[in-house]
């Protein structure tokens, strides 16, 4: 084979794996984008029965994500963030960019009183179980099984309680 040929050659196999990488990103952007939707779904339904008006209100937004390899304006991650105002306070569930391999991750905000704390939902395909994962600092995360009660018991500590 001369140089050409293996030119040629070296051109196709890397076209064909271009070719496979979008297709793979396109499938797993679809995934991402399902998943996010059935979980705020999930979360609305779990709420549904203590929704009061003022007191505690559930509302969705159309939302780009983006992030500092993917800025907003050339984003392909066109989703949703979930909004839950309880006793006048805010909690945002704003969805990250995709991750590697999949990988699913939406910032909670309006739950840490730690200082430098954060608080995300992690799901990583092929699972389709999301934790509850807050860091603080540098220790490892703590992770929890997400589910209706400790999305109650975390929405509970922004109730004011009677200081009688």
């Known amino acids: 084979m001369d140089d050409v040929q293996q030119l ?10 271009e070719a496979h990488k979008k297709q793979l990103f396109e499938s ?5 984008k399902m998943r996010i939707g059935e979980l705020f779904d999930q979360i609305q339904l779990w709420l549904e029965p203590v929704k ?19 800025p907003v304006e050339v984003s392909t ?5 979930l909004s839950i105002v309880i006793a006048g306070k805010p909690v945002e ?9 999949g990988q ?8 840490t009183a730690a200082r430098y704390g954060s608080i995300s939902l992690v799901c990583l395909p ?12 540098l220790k490892d995360p703590d992770t929890f099984a997400f589910d209706a009660n400790f999305l109650a018991q975390q929405l509970q500590s922004l109730i004011p309680r009677d200081r009688g």
């Open 52 to 70: 009061t008006p003022t007191l505690l209100e559930v509302s969705r937004e159309a939302y780009v994500a983006s992030g500092p390899s993917v």
């Open 8 to 17: 040629g050659e070296m051109l196709r196999h890397y076209a064909e794996s």
């Open 28 to 32: 797993q952007s679809a995934v991402w």
């Open 93 to 101: 569930f704003v969805p990250d960019v995709m991750g590697a391999g």
């Open 126 to 137: 092929p699972s389709s179980s999301w934790q509850w994962r807050k860091t603080n600092g």
């Open 104 to 111: 699913i991750s939406l910032a909670v905000m309006g739950l």
């Open 77 to 81: 991650f066109k989703t949703e963030k």
